[in-house]
C-alpha cells in the first residue's frame, strides 16, 4: 500500500510538473514577444508612429477645434482674382496698391506666403532695357522712373509686413551676408540640435527683405503620408535660426521686438511671443489644432483691389497673403480636409495660438503610454490561462473601450493626445498568439489522446475525450469503477483444431465484435490476455451508470457469441472439420479502483489496479463452477436491482478474508418484470434455502425445476 502511495504521489508530481513547464514555456514565448513589442515601441519606426497619428487625426476629424472669432483673414489670389488682374507674378505695383489698401483698412499686421525672390520684371527700367525703338527720351524718362521693387518697398516700410521666406535642402547660391533674423533668446539651453536643418534658404530681394519689418518661414514639412500635422515654430539655417511665419505675425503684430526659445537637454519645450508660451514638442513643432474650413475666413484678393470692401474691413486684424489657385500648387492634406491651402495651415495656426486651445504630446505620453502596454500585455500573459481565450476577449474589449475612453477624454477636455493604438494593438497580438499557442496545446493534447485511446475507446468516446482532454486525469486517480472480465472456456481444447495462422484468425473473429460491444457501451478496453478481455467503465470519462453498461454489454457479449458459434458451426460443417461450441463466462464486479498511466518510465498503459479488479477477475472464474453466463459481485448488484438478477452463493475468494455474496445476470428490466422470471426467483430462493440448509435432495429438485423453466422460458 505504501508503495502504491508512493507511486501516486510520483505521478501526480509528474503532472504537475509537465503542466507548469507546459505553462511557463508558453508564458516564456509570450514574455519574448511583449518584450520585443515594447523595444519596437522605444524604437518607433515610421509605420508605427504613422498608426499612431492616424488616430489622433481620427480624433480631429470627429471633434475639431470649436470655430471662434479671430482677427485672421487670408487675402487670396483666388481663380477670379487671377482672372481678373493677369497671370501671376502680378506687377509689384499692383502688390503695392493692395498692402497699400489692407494697411490703410486698418490691419494690425500682413504676413506673406509668398516670397518675392525675383525683381519685377515689369519694372520700368526693365521695360526699357527690353523694348527696342523707343525714343531716347522715352527711354530717359523710363529710366527715371522708381522700379516697381522699389515701390512695393516704400508701402512696406509704412506698415507692419512680415515677408515669407523658405528653407532649402540644397545650397542655390544666394548671398549669405545680409540676412536679416529675428533676435532669439535662447532660454534652458541651445535649441539648434533639436530643429528641423535646411542648408539654405529661398529670401526676398534685398530691397524688399529690408523694408519688411519682419521675417517668417512659411516653409510646410508634410510628414511621411504627405499630411500636414505640426508645423515648425522654429527652423534652422545652417547655425541661424528664424520663426515661422505666423509666430514671427504674432510678434509684429504686438511690437515685441524678440522672441525666446525655451528648452533643455530632450528638445524644446515651447516658443514665447507675445509673453504667451507656445508648446512645441521636442523638434520645435506645434500640433495645428484644426477647424473645419470657413470661406469666412477668406477675401479674394481683387476686392482689395477694386474698392469693394468696406473702409474698415481689415482693422485690428492679422492678414494672411496667399493663394487658393491649384495652378499655384500649395495645397496641403489636413487631418480634416484632403486640399487645404497651405496659407490657412498658417492661419490656423495662429488661430490656435491666439485661442489657447492647444494640441500638445505631454513629457509623459511616451512613459504612460509604455507602461500601459507593458501592464496590459502581463495582464493578458497572467490572465488568459486562468480565464480562457473567450473572458479574457472580453476583458480586452473593456480594456480597449476604457483605454480609448480615457484617450478620447484627455483629448477633447486637456487636448492632451495619448496613444492607445500601440497598447491595444501588442495586448491583442499577445492575445492571438495566447490564443494560438493553446489551441495548438489543445490540439497536442487531443492528438496523444486519440492516439493513446484509440485502441481501447470507440472513436465517439475518443472525440468526446479529445474534445475536453481536462476530463483526463493520466497521474492517476481513485474512481468507483465496473470491470469486466470475459475469458473462453475450454480454449487449450479449441485452439488445437487450428494452426498458427488459423488459431490467430478465430481468436480476431471472437475480440473484435466484443471489443465492439465494450466501445459501444461507453467501455474501456484495457487490455487483451490471449482469448480474455479486460475492460472497465467510468473512466477516463465519467460514466455515472457505469454498472449498468458494463452488464449490458455482458449480456450483449453472449448474445453476440450465439451468433458465432452459428456462423463457426456453419463454416464447420461447409468445411468437413470438427466444431466444437465456444462458450465464454463474464465476471463483472464494482468497486473503488486506482485508474491511470501504469508502467515505467520508458512504457506505460491507461490501466486500472485494486482489490474489486482482481475480484471482477476471479468472478469470472466462478460462472463455470456455478453453470452460468455472468457474475457479478454485490457491488454490482445493488447498482442494477432493477434487471433480472439472481443471488448464487456467499464464497471465499482467494486473496479476501471476508465471504463475498455472488450474484447472476440473467437478463433486462423488462426481464426482471415479466412472470416466467418472477417464477422463476420464487423457486431460486427455495433452492438457496435448502441448500443453505444442506437438505440436499429438496435443493436438488428445486435446482432442476430451475433449470427446466430457464429452458423453457428461454432465460439466461
Known sequence: MRHRLWDMTRDRARSLGRWLWQSLSKRFVSFVCLGLFLALRVWDPTPLEMLRVRTFDLYQNFHPREPTPQPIVIVDLDEESLAKVGQWPWPRTVVSDMVANICDSGAAAIGFDIVFAEPDRMSPAKIAGA??????????????????????????????????????????????????????????????????????????IPVLDKAGKGHGMFTITPETDSVVRRVPALLRVGESIFPTLSIEILRVATGQKAIAAKSDNLGLKGVVVAKKLVPTDNHGRIWVHYAPSDPKRYVSAKDTLNGSLAKDFFSGKLVFIGTSAAGLLDIKSTPVNDAMPGVEVHAQLLE?????????????????????????????????????????????????????????????????????????????????LLTYANYS????????????????????????????????????????????????????????????????????????????????????????????????????????DHARHASIAGMEMMKTLRDLNT???????????????????????????????MGSDQRFDYSVLGDDVNLASRLEGQSKTYGVDIVIGENTEQLIDDMAILELDLI????????????????????ET???????????????????????????NFLSECRNLDKEERLG
Open 674 to 700: 415479466s412472470g416466467a422470471f418472477q417464477s422463476q426467483m420464487s423457486r431460486h430462493k427455495y433452492l438457496l434455502q435448502t441448500y443453505r440448509a444442506q437438505d440436499w435432495e429438496k435443493a436438488k
Open 441 to 544: 496545446s489543445e490540439e497536442a493534447q487531443r492528438k496523444q489522446v486519440r492516439t493513446a485511446f484509440s485502441h481501447y475507446l470507440s472513436p465517439a468516446m475518443v472525440e468526446k475525450l479529445a474534445d475536453d482532454p481536462s476530463s483526463l486525469a493520466l497521474g492517476g486517480e481513485s474512481k468507483d469503477m465496473t470491470l469486466l472480465f470475459c475469458d473462453i472456456r475450454g480454449f487449450t481444447t479449441i485452439s488445437e483444431q487450428f494452426d498458427a495462422e488459423g488459431l490467430t484468425s478465430f481468436i480476431n473473429r471472437f475480440l473484435t465484435p466484443m471489443t465492439d460491444i465494450i466501445m459501444s457501451n461507453g467501455g474501456t478496453v484495457d487490455k487483451y490476455m490471449g482469448d480474455a478481455i479486460m475492460a472497465f467503465w467510468n473512466a477516463p470519462i465519467d460514466d455515472p
Open 131 to 204: 523694348l527696342h525703338g523707343l525714343t531716347p527720351e522715352t527711354r530717359d524718362d523710363l529710366m527715371k522712373l522708381p522700379s516697381n521693387d522699389q515701390v512695393l518697398a516704400d508701402t512696406l516700410k509704412r506698415c507692419r509686413v512680415v515677408l515669407g521666406q523658405a528653407g532649402y535642402f540644397r545650397i542655390i547660391g544666394h548671398e549669405s551676408t545680409g540676412i536679416i533674423k529675428t533676435p532669439i533668446a535662447e532660454i534652458g539651453g541651445d535649441p539648434r540640435p533639436f530643429l528641423l536643418n535646411f542648408i539654405d534658404m529661398v529670401r526676398n
Open 352 to 432: 490656435t495660438i491666439l485661442s489657447g486651445d492647444y494640441l500638445t504630446r505631454p513629457g509623459n505620453a511616451i512613459g504612460a503610454e509604455f507602461s500601459v502596454a507593458l501592464l496590459s500585455g502581463l495582464l493578458m500573459i497572467f490572465l488568459m490561462p486562468l480565464l480562457g481565450a473567450r473572458w479574457t476577449l472580453v476583458l480586452f474589449v473593456v480594456m480597449t473601450g476604457v483605454l480609448t475612453s480615457g484617450s478620447w477624454y484627455l483629448y477633447v477636455e486637456k487636448g492632451a493626445l495619448y496613444d492607445v493604438t500601440f497598447a491595444t494593438l501588442s495586448t491583442f497580438l499577445l492575445y492571438g
Open 567 to 597: 456462423e463457426w458451426e456453419a463454416a464447420a460443417k461447409e468445411e468437413g472439420g470438427k466444431y466444437i461450441p465456444v462458450n465464454i463466462g463474464v465476471g463483472i464486479n464494482s468497486g473503488s479502483c486506482c485508474v491511470g498511466n
Open 652 to 671: 471465499q475468494v482467494k486473496g479476501k478474508t471476508v465471504p463475498v455474496r455472488i450474484f447472476t445476470l440473467h437478463g433486462d428490466e423488462e426481464m
